[in-house]
């Protein structure tokens, strides 16, 4: 079997990527990686558009931009070289990634899916594949990348871009939160751990009215045989899954505490676990106690 990739030798990661293609090919799995990667996308962008848009873009502060055009815009589509060639006189030179695969797989893709190809060539989905092709030969000569996708699964494809377009460093951004139970679970949260079978400093009047963020809450909670038990537990479980979420390259994680009100154990524990995860996580990482200061009384 061929490699997938073709054209192009690797570089520097591409400010402005062009991505184009056969309809079917993979270009809307193409354009979430790279909004994951930190492009601003826009997809079936007209080529004559390209040149303004990306000023816009650049004005309003994205410094990654990924457009998509192809085969939808119609006759516009017929301008795609003329944009390309604008865009490099003006000194903003698209990368262009050019998606492909099987007249066969195109068309099994198409009876999955029952979509209407967008030039919808009488005769069926075949003959349109036939035109779009010759539609597209000037583009994918142009090309600075060819991704064939006729043997890439979803997550090969995925993997395939990310291996090409991706940061050497960690993308994983780790977010953890403490909530309280009666307000709700954290929509965001992937992990939850519930805190509550620790000892409730609501019930002490000296603690009371503080939060977990005061060091008093705080030393009485981390200093719980309890609180120091399931620490030592959780960190190995978290050095263990942190680089295997970010292997499958997951943008996101979020791992959220809960007590009964958000305010004391949930509070202590997430602004610990941050602690000792930055010690061995390379990654970004963001603390935030969602419920914490509600002016409600808390147990």
Not at 69 to 74: C, E, M
Not at 77 to 85: I, K, M, P, V, Y
Not at 181 to 191: F, M, S
């Amino acid at each position: 079997m061929s490699s997938p990739v073709a054209a192009g030798a690797s570089g520097a990661r591409p400010d402005f990527i062009v991505i184009t293609g056969l309809s079917g090919s993979g270009k809307s799995q193409a354009v979430k990686v790279f909004e994951d990667l930190g492009y601003y996308t826009l997809d079936s962008l007209p080529p004559a558009l390209m040149p303004t848009t990306l000023e816009v873009c650049r004005a309003g502060g994205h410094p990654l931009v990924a457009f998509v055009t192809d085969a939808r815009s119609g006759a516009m589509f017929a301008e795609a070289g003329s944009a390309l060639d604008a865009l490099a006189a003006a000194g903003h030179p698209a990368h262009v990634i050019f998606f492909d695969a099987s007249d066969e797989v195109l068309l099994n893709r198409y009876s999955e899916t029952r979509h209407r190809h967008p030039l919808s060539a009488s005769g069926g989905v075949a003959p349109s594949i036939v035109v779009e092709r010759e539609l597209l030969v000037d583009l994918r000569r142009r090309a600075h990348r060819v991704v064939d996708t006729t043997h890439l699964s979803i997550r090969e494809l995925r993997e395939t871009l990310l291996s090409l377009y991706g940061s050497v460093s960690s993308a994983l951004f780790v977010q953890v939160t403490s909530f309280g139970y009666k307000y709700g679970l954290p929509l965001a949260a992937d992990l939850v751990f519930d805190v509550r079978f620790m000892e409730n400093p609501f019930y002490i009047p000296a603690l009371s009215a503080l939060s977990g963020s005061d060091p008093e809450v705080r030393r009485f909670v981390l200093e719980h045989p309890a609180t120091r038990e399931f620490l030592e537990l959780l960190e190995p479980l978290l050095r263990f899954a942190l680089p295997r979420y970010d292997a499958e390259r997951k943008p996101r994680l979020g791992i959220a505490f809960g007590c009964t009100g958000g305010r004391h154990r949930s509070v202590a524990i997430a602004d610990e676990v941050a602690t000792r995860i930055r010690a061995f996580w390379p990654g970004e990482l963001e603390v935030g106690h969602r419920d914490r200061d509600r002016p409600e009384p808390r147990t």
